[in-house]
């Protein structure tokens, strides 16, 4: 079975710094796809950036990027020069290359990015 | 392009009634999901479809719990009776065998009293 722990319920960032959000998975698998999603007070989930498991070079989307590890099996999320915008829940989530089209989801990081 | 569309925005009903919940996915995507969200579960699938057949709806709680999608461009999630247990915001998303990610609709929060 896939799972995805992010062990960090609440995190805190002042305005412009960095932070980096944790998250390991378990899977049997080799050829999968990581997500991360934010939900801002709205509730509406948003994609913010995807990797490949296949790709060594972590991906980025202009202030967000990853560390992917994938023997270790981690997954993290950097955002730089946070933005008070970037006050969300944070998910990171799971799915295989083929076969079974079920992504799975960890619990969550709230992050508050203080003025 | 729009997005996926769900309705209503908010519902909130009496133990016992019927709800039922709308979405239409993003033109083109043969994948569609519906998802619950809650504070102590997080997010769970509940069923999902490609090209309108249901393929996996082991999430689905109880038989009380129906998912239909009659063609490309409409599904709707039933719960009959509803519970106090059913409260949750309810997401349906859909994706393209293309593009992997999940693209969703704003949800539906749920509140049966």
């Known amino acids: 079975a896939q799972t995805v722990t992010q062990s960090q319920p609440e995190m805190s960032v002042q305005e412009a710094e960095t932070v980096t959000l944790s998250c390991t998975y378990d899977?049997?698998?080799?050829?999968?796809?990581l997500f991360w999603y934010k939900q801002p007070p709205s509730r509406q989930m948003i994609l913010v950036i995807r990797?490949?498991?296949?790709?060594?070079q972590n991906a980025t989307e202009n202030r967000f990027s990853v560390n992917f590890q994938k023997a270790a099996k981690s997954f993290s999320l950097k955002i730089s020069d946070s933005q008070l915008g970037d006050t969300a829940m944070y998910f990171c989530?799971?799915?295989?290359?083929?076969?079974?089209?079920?992504?799975?989801f960890g619990k969550g990081t709230k992050l508050t990015v203080n003025p | 392009d729009a997005g996926v569309i769900q309705s209503p925005r908010h519902e909130v009903t009496e133990m016992g009634q019927e709800v039922t919940l709308r979405c239409k996915p993003i033109?083109?995507?043969?994948?569609l999901f519906w998802y619950r969200q809650t504070m102590m579960r997080g997010l769970e699938l509940l069923i999902y479809?490609?090209?309108?057949?249901?393929?996996?709806d082991s999430g689905m709680p109880e038989d009380r719990f129906s998912a239909k999608m009659p063609n490309a461009s409409f599904s709707t999630l039933k719960i009959q009776p509803s519970e106090p247990r059913d409260s949750a915001v309810y997401f349906c998303?859909?994706?393209?065998?293309?593009?992997?990610?999940?693209?969703f609709g704003n949800g539906t929060r749920l509140t049966v009293t």
């Open positions: 479809f490609n090209n309108n057949v249901p393929i996996d």
């Open positions: 033109s083109g995507h043969d994948y």
């Open positions: 989530a799971l799915k295989y290359q083929g076969g079974s089209e079920k992504l799975v």
């Open positions: 990797q490949e498991a296949y790709k060594q």
């Open positions: 998303a859909s994706s393209s065998a293309v593009d992997r990610g999940l693209h």
């Open positions: 899977t049997s698998e080799s050829n999968y796809y």
